[in-house]
T-cell receptor, first 113, second 115 residues
Framework: NAGVTQTPKFRVLKTGQSMTLLCAQDMNHEYMYWYRQDPGMGLRLIHY???????AKGEVPDGYNVSRLKKQNFLLGLESAAPSQTSVYFC????????????FGPGTRLTVT | AQTVTQSQPEMSVQEAETVTLSCTYD???????LFWYKQPPSRQMILVIR??????QNATENRFSVNFQKAAKSFSLKISDSQLGDAAMYFC????????????FGKGTKLSVKP
C-alpha cells in the first residue's frame, strides 16, 4: 500500500498565483485533514473532511479552499497565494475519530515569493 | 481551547543513554488520546506511541515509554538506549475527538543524539 501520498512535493509560487495540492489515500479512510507546519510551530489544522462530499474549517482556514469529491482524494486550493502561506503542508487520514492513528503524507513544501 | 505545551525546544542525549521529553496538555474532556510523533529530516510524521486517557497503565513500545500523569495533565516520553536514528523532532499531540477528530500539536522538541 502507498498509504497517503501528496502531489507535488515542492512548489514555488508568485504572490497572487493559484494552485491545488492533491492528497490521496488508499486505506479507505473516512477522515482526512490538511495541516500546515511553520518553523517553531506544531502542525495546525486548515480544513478537514469527515466523509466524501463533506468539508469543514479548522483552526487556520483563511485563504484556502478544499474539496472531497472522491473518498480517496482531498484537494487543498490556494486561490491567490500570499507570502504568509509559505509553509510545509501535510495531509493526513484516519479510519475514525479519537482512537485511531492518523497517517500522514510526506508533506509539500510551498514557497510564495 | 485545547492546548499542548512542550517546554523543551531542544534536547541532547548521548548514544545508549536515556532521555525524557516533556509534554503537558490542557483539556476539559474526560475521554481523549495522547500521541508522540517523530519527524526525522525526511519530514515524514511517524507515530511513536499512543496513550488512552482512561487507561492507568503507561504505554510502552520497545525502547519508548510514556509517563502519563492524568491529574497533572502530563505526558512525557522516555527513550531508552538512545540510537543515532532517534535524532528528530518529536511532537506531542492530543486527540480530543469531538466532531473533528483532529490532533492538537505541541511546538515540538528537537532531539540530538551524540555518538
Amino acid at each position: 500500500n502507498a498509504g497517503v501520498t501528496q502531489t507535488p512535493k515542492f512548489r514555488v509560487l508568485k504572490t497572487g498565483q493559484s494552485m491545488t495540492l492533491l492528497c490521496a489515500q488508499d486505506m479507505n479512510h473516512e477522515y482526512m485533514y490538511w495541516y500546515r507546519q511553520d518553523p517553531g510551530m506544531g502542525l495546525r489544522l486548515i480544513h478537514y473532511s469527515v466523509g466524501e462530499g463533506t468539508t469543514a474549517k479548522g483552526e487556520v482556514p483563511d485563504g484556502y479552499n478544499v474539496s472531497r469529491l472522491k473518498k480517496q482524494n482531498f484537494l487543498l486550493g490556494l486561490e491567490s497565494a500570499a507570502p504568509s502561506q509559505t509553509s510545509v503542508y501535510f495531509c493526513a487520514s484516519s479510519r475514525g475519530l479519537l482512537t485511531y492513528e492518523q497517517y500522514f503524507g510526506p508533506g509539500t513544501r510551498l514557497t510564495v515569493t | 481551547a485545547q492546548t499542548v505545551t512542550q517546554s523543551q525546544p531542544e534536547m541532547s542525549v548521548q548514544e545508549a543513554e536515556t532521555v525524557t521529553l516533556s509534554c503537558t496538555y490542557d483539556t476539559s474532556e474526560s475521554d481523549y488520546y495522547l500521541f508522540w510523533y517523530k519527524q526525522p529530516p525526511s519530514r515524514q510524521m511517524i507515530l511513536v506511541i499512543r496513550q488512552e486517557a482512561y487507561k492507568q497503565q503507561n504505554a510502552t513500545e520497545n525502547r519508548f515509554s510514556v509517563n502519563f500523569q492524568k491529574a497533572a495533565k502530563s505526558f512525557s516520553l522516555k527513550i531508552s538506549d538512545s540510537q543515532l536514528g532517534d535524532a528528530a523532532m518529536y511532537f506531542c499531540a492530543q486527540n480530543y475527538g469531538g466532531s473533528q477528530g483532529n490532533l492538537i500539536f505541541g511546538k515540538g522538541t528537537k532531539l540530538s543524539v551524540k555518538p
